[in-house]
């Protein structure tokens, strides 16, 4: 392959909502480097994850194929870990055709040393030790560097908690630096003949919400937005189920919500300065011109909407994330904004259609160049709406099944036989559930049609083929393509 051929940066964030960029319209977090990145690229404005938590989401980034077929549909009851043996991955179809590929950060691996077509990783696997003797890289570098007798967790704050404080260490030894440190160093000591794939993979904004000083402080001080909270928010008010520091629902105090916002905020603010090293990196090496940058993150985080905490929710919170495209400058403009529905299954096949390279068949994703690029055909044979999915994880009433458009969302909850719908449009904090209006019946109706068309293919048990099928009290439903595939790869 010719060194002509694009380069690629994929800069990926870990449990970031879609609404806390200022290219999103958010007027309150400053993240100047990622909206000039938006300013040159395509802002897609209704992108979701297939399955709102960290292995299923990368799962589908991977490999362009929908939860049920990775086989991951969730985090637990028998939906993992990712572990190997698909029949493809971006950055192996990358290297097979003479791409120097390197990830760094939070790749999610089983096992956690899994190149899983990568040349090279660099890991920071925010504190899972899922091998024996595993030591991250990351953590690795924190030893040698630190300044005192203290650890890389010393802040006290759980990985999945709503508590928030500033970071306890110097500021240099963030794992947000220490990502953009180590991708800089790829690049300027990468193969010089071959074009690049770099995944800078960061492993915030996700808790612990410890934003180094400078700016936990800058959005303490702020004005922060009142978390949405909808008329059926209530189901979520269970004392019980507040009390832990690491409580996925329940109502918290004023305060405590503002700070959590605050330590978000800041860390996001953080990692776009960060990036914008990146790029400055990219820009005095000579290669920012013919190199394509794809942003997005995985899933997003609830941050207090409708009294919920984390992630593998349908809410757009959790569901809905940012992502931005830059294409090398030789594709000429691009369109600055891209409404239709987009999953993150889309990314492999777009990024091998920039690069020249053949898309494997067997893709759930489809290339999004033709939306980029304001071809009218791609726009008008593109996909009506986006299917999400995720498995009981913290309780039966996790478990879902959406379908979205952008405009209308339309939620099933298997073990609850429940539906929730909601206008978009008219209430984008999802604070209206029109399902007891009796004109939005024929709506309701329309997408509860559509998902069981979805189902049926499944020969699952989720649905007749006329009616979904409650799931309450049955064992959870495992893909066949996890057991296949792990079994392929072993």
Not at 322 to 342: D, F, H, N, Q
């Amino acid at each position: 392959m010719s060194s002509k051929q694009p380069n690629i940066v994929m800069l990926m964030t870990d449990q970031q909502r879609w609404d806390t960029l200022g290219c999103y319209g958010n007027e309150i977090i400053e993240t100047v480097n990622l909206d000039a990145l938006a300013a040159e690229g395509t802002v897609f404005d209704h992108a979701y994850t297939p399955s709102p938590s960290c292995i299923p989401a990368r799962a589908s980034l991977l490999t362009g194929l929908d939860p049920w077929h990775t086989g991951l549909l969730g985090m637990g009851a028998g939906q993992g870990p990712m572990e190997t043996g698909f029949a493809h991955t971006l950055p192996g179809v990358l290297s097979d055709a003479g791409y120097h590929t390197q990830g760094i950060g939070k790749m999610h691996f089983y096992p956690q040393r899994s190149l899983n077509g990568f040349h090279h990783t660099l890991l920071d696997e925010s504190g899972r030790v899922e091998d024996p003797q595993f030591v991250s890289d990351y953590r690795e570098w924190f030893d040698r560097h630190k300044t005192g007798p203290y650890d890389f967790v010393d802040h006290g704050i759980h990985w999945n908690s709503w508590m928030a404080r500033p970071y306890h260490a110097p500021e240099y030894l963030h794992p947000t630096n220490w990502t953009v440190n180590e991708s800089i160093a790829f690049i300027k000591r990468r193969d010089p003949r071959k074009p690049f794939f770099l995944k800078t993979s960061f492993a915030r904004p996700h808790s612990p919400y410890d934003a180094p000083p400078v700016y936990f402080d800058l959005y303490d001080r702020k004005q922060l937005a009142e978390p949405f909270i909808g008329d059926w928010a209530h189901m979520h008010n269970k004392p019980e189920d507040a009390v832990s520091p690491t409580a996925w629902r329940g109502v918290r105090k004023p305060e405590e919500i503002r700070r959590a916002r605050a330590g978000y905020y800041g860390l996001i603010h953080h990692i776009d300065h960060q990036m914008g090293r990146l790029i400055q990196c990219l820009q005095r090496e000579g290669l920012y011109e013919n190199t394509m940058i794809v942003f997005l993150s995985d899933h997003g985080d609830m941050l207090g909407d409708h009294n919920l905490w984390r992630k593998t929710y349908a809410y757009e919170g959790s569901a809905h994330i940012p992502m931005i495209v830059k294409l090398p400058r030789s594709y000429g403009r691009t369109e600055a904004r891209v409404s239709k529905p987009v999953a993150i299954q889309d990314v492999m096949p777009t990024i091998l259609d920039i690069a020249g390279v053949d898309i494997p068949g067997a893709l759930d994703g489809s290339s999004m160049r033709g939306l980029m690029q304001g071809q009218g055909t791609a726009s008008a044979n593109w996909r009506e709406f986006v299917h999400g999915e995720h498995c009981a994880c913290y309780s039966d009433e996790q478990e879902m099944h959406y379908l979205t458009d952008g405009r209308t969302k339309y939620i099933w909850f298997p073990r609850m036989n429940s539906e929730q719908l909601f206008d978009l449009e008219a209430d984008p904090g999802e604070c209206r559930d029109l399902t007891r209006q009796q004109e939005e019946q024929q709506r309701l109706q329309q997408w509860r049609r559509r998902l069981i068309d979805i189902l049926a293919e499944r020969n699952a048990g989720l649905t007749d083929g006329v009616n979904l099928i409650n799931q309450a009290g049955k064992p959870p439903i495992v893909s066949p393509h996890y057991k296949a595939r792990v079994k392929a790869g072993r």
